[in-house]
Structure formats: structure tokens, C-alpha cells
């Protein structure tokens, strides 16, 4: 939303709470819409800060908006974050163990593995489209749906599973690298400089458990089932359930 745009509408929500004629909680009501449309967005923060400051009656209102805006964060960063490192390191290090698994040489591995991170490496080439095209809200949901699918893919027992793995690992790395970019722009622009910085050492944690996770918990998770069923081809897709 233009600034411009942002301060006509606010100006609006302000004139309708102080020249309310009806009764106290209509006003009230009229505060609460005002501090909930400067909440979303850095830029209508500091619009609510600076009139918080012109007008005390506000105040009770932004500390209430304000607790909910930090109990939602401490919900979605963490998860979207651990979503964002799990895929990421599924791709790039699992699959080194998996193709090692079906007696993959190391040079074919290596080739397969370098191809993998190319989305990666690129993908400050289409950030810009990403927030052309929709919204962050909307390419962090849509990108989630499209990795569940593809990890729905890599647990299809096919026989020509290394061609359709590479595939599912391929589609799931653009998507992931996509998610990357419009979480990262998400938490930017959804949170003031004070938030961004009390949540980066949260994001980063649970980014790195994803890591534990994906490169320890999983993996063992695949081994135990290759010794229960004697297919490593079958223990990966039932491991990518």
C-alpha cells in the first residue's frame, strides 16, 4: 500500500472515532479499526506510533493490538521458518544419502547435487516478480501446498524412481527458494525493526532445528526402515510420507 493511500485512510478511520456522535463503544469500536489497519505493515506502525503520541486516548487500544501482534508472531515464525529449512536441506543433503543408498556413484551424486542448488544461486532473478505477481501472504501458502506435493511425489515407489526423484527434488527446490523470498520479504515488511530484531535469533533456531531434523531424525527414520524392509528405494518413500 502507497503511503499516500495509507495516511487518506487513515485520516478517515480517525475523523469517523472523534466525530462520533453515538455512544462510547461505537467509539471504542472506531479506535480498535484504526490501530488494527496501522498494524499491518512497518510503515502504518510508525503512522500509529507517531498517533499514539498526538492522541492518548489510543493507547489502551495499540497495547491491546500490540500483545496480540507479538503472540502472533511467536506463533508463525517459528513454524514458517522450520518449513523453510526442512525442504532446503531435504534437497540439498538427503539426497546425497538417498542416491548413496541406491548405489549411485559418488561423480553422478555430486553432478545431481550441484543441478539441485542452481535455484538457490538464482533466485534474486525472480524475486522481483514475486511480490509483481501476488502477495507474500499468498506465495508463502501456495508454495507450502506445492512442497507437500512434491514431497507427496518422492513417496511414490515407481520404477523409475531416481528419474522421478530428480524431478519432485528439482520442482521442490524453485518452489523452495521461491517460499524463501516471499517469507523473508513477509518478515521484513510485517514487522517493526524492534520485532525483526527480537525474533532473528528465534528464526535462525528453528531454521537450524530443521536442519537437525531433516539431517538426523530423517535420515535414521530411513535406515531403520530399510532394515525392516530390505528396500532402501521403499524406506525413502515411506520416509518422504
Not at 547435487?113 to 501456495?142: A, C, D, G, N
Not at 535462525?204 to 530443521?210: L, P, Q, V
Request: glycine letters at 6%; one cysteine or more; charged letters at 15%.
Amino acid at each position: 500500500m502507497k503511503k499516500g493511500s495509507a495516511q487518506k485512510k487513515l485520516c478517515f478511520f480517525i475523523k469517523r472515532a472523534l466525530f462520533s456522535t453515538k455512544q462510547s463503544q461505537n467509539r471504542a469500536d472506531n479506535f480498535g479499526t484504526i490501530v488494527h489497519f496501522c498494524s499491518n505493515g512497518s510503515e502504518n506502525q510508525n503512522l500509529l506510533i507517531t498517533l499514539s503520541k498526538k492522541m492518548p486516548t489510543m493507547n489502551k487500544y495499540i497495547h491491546r493490538s500490540d500483545k496480540g501482534l507479538w503472540l502472533q508472531a511467536m506463533l508463525w515464525i517459528p513454524t514458517l521458518y522450520f518449513a523453510s529449512g526442512l525442504p532446503y536441506h531435504a534437497i540439498t543433503s538427503i539426497s546425497d544419502i538417498m542416491y548413496k543408498d541406491m548405489g549411485i556413484d559418488n561423480a553422478t551424486i555430486a553432478l545431481y547435487t550441484s543441478i539441485l542448488l542452481i535455484p538457490w544461486t538464482i533466485k534474486p532473478l525472480w524475486s522481483p516478480f514475486v511480490e509483481m505477481i501476488s502477495t507474500r501472504r499468498k506465495w508463502t501458502l501456495y508454495s507450502q501446498i506445492a512442497l507437500a506435493a512434491c514431497f507427496v511425489a518422492l513417496s511414490i515407489p515407481a520404477s523409475g524412481f531416481l528419474t522421478l526423484t530428480l524431478c519432485a527434488f528439482m520442482i521442490g527446490a524453485f518452489v523452495s527458494s521461491t517460499h524463501d523470498i516471499a517469507l523473508d520479504g513477509f518478515y521484513i515488511l510485517g514487522l517493526t525493526q524492534e520485532k525483526q530484531s527480537f525474533f532473528s535469533g528465534i528464526r535462525n533456531t528453528f531454521y537450524r532445528i530443521a536442519t537437525v531434523f531433516s539431517s538426523g531424525i530423517l535420515v535414521m527414520l530411513a535406515n531403520r526402515l530399510a532394515n525392516n524392509f530390505g528396500d532402501n528405494r521403499l524406506a525413502w518413500s515411506a520416509t518422504f510420507i
